[in-house]
């Protein structure tokens, strides 16, 4: 069964710093992964995705993720985090074949401080 | 950009009653799904849609759930009779063919009391 873990729960950084959040994956065949996030009150944005080809994607808002097969993780990366960057931020893994039927991992909660 | 817009944006109900999530998914889009999240934990998938009828359902998706296309633009979650554990943000999403990643709603707040 496929699953996704996201180790921090919070994360609080200082409005400037660079931002890494973390995300590990469990799946049996190459899978499809993104990253989405979601604001206060809004639904859940597509801030990125990997299927195939070069391991770093960019994505909208300045984030980036990398794929690494060895670790099986894809974590986010942001050189320098601006206020409304404060979200949650949830990694998924899905299957091309199943509809893109997407398992969630329990979400970071970003807070900028200023 | 095209969005999908969920109804009502909140909704509360009595436990026993029967409630009824609208959706209206991306116009192009072909395939449709339906995600809850219970406050504090995983969004977790539902339901999935395609060629009106379900492609894939989890086991979250019992016979106390429905979900259909009633015309060419919205996409429904019923739930028949409502617990107090179907207090949820409700999500609905489409996506369009090949690898298109999917498009999530606002989703619908669903308090059972």
């Known amino acids: 069964a496929q699953s996704v873990t996201q180790p921090d729960i919070h994360i609080t950084v200082s409005e400037g710093a660079s931002l890494e959040l973390r995300c590990n994956y469990s799946?049996?065949?190459?899978?499809?992964l993104f990253w989405y996030v979601q604001s206060p009150g809004q639904g859940l944005q597509l801030l990125l995705k990997?299927?195939?080809?070069?391991?770093l994607v960019q994505g909208i808002k300045g984030f980036e993720a990398e794929f690494k097969r060895s670790q099986s993780s894809f974590n986010l990366r942001k050189p320098s985090v601006h206020w409304s960057d404060a979200a949650e931020y949830f990694c998924?893994?899905?299957?091309?074949?199943?509809?893109?039927?997407?398992?969630f991992g329990g979400g970071t909660r970003l807070m900028v401080k200023p | 950009e095209p969005e999908v817009t969920q109804t009502p944006s909140h909704q509360v109900t009595q436990m026993g009653q029967e409630v009824i999530l609208r959706c209206v998914p991306i116009?192009?889009?072909?395939?449709f799904y339906w995600y809850r999240q219970i406050l504090g934990q995983k969004v977790e998938f539902l339901v999935s849609?395609?060629?009106?009828?379900?492609?894939?359902k989890s086991e979250i998706f019992d016979d106390q759930f429905s979900v259909e296309r009633p015309d060419g633009s919205n996409f429904t979650l019923k739930i028949r009779s409502t617990k107090l554990e179907d207090s949820a943000m409700y999500f609905c999403?489409?996506?369009?063919?090949?690898?298109?990643?999917?498009?999530f709603g606002n989703g619908t707040r669903l308090t059972v009391t």
């Open positions: 999403a489409s996506r369009g063919t090949g690898g298109s990643p999917l498009h």
């Open positions: 799946y049996g065949a190459t899978p499809y």
């Open positions: 990997y299927f195939s080809g070069d391991t």
């Open positions: 998924a893994v899905g299957a091309s074949n199943a509809g893109n039927m997407l398992t």
């Open positions: 116009s192009n889009h072909l395939y």
């Open positions: 849609f395609y060629n009106n009828e379900i492609s894939e």
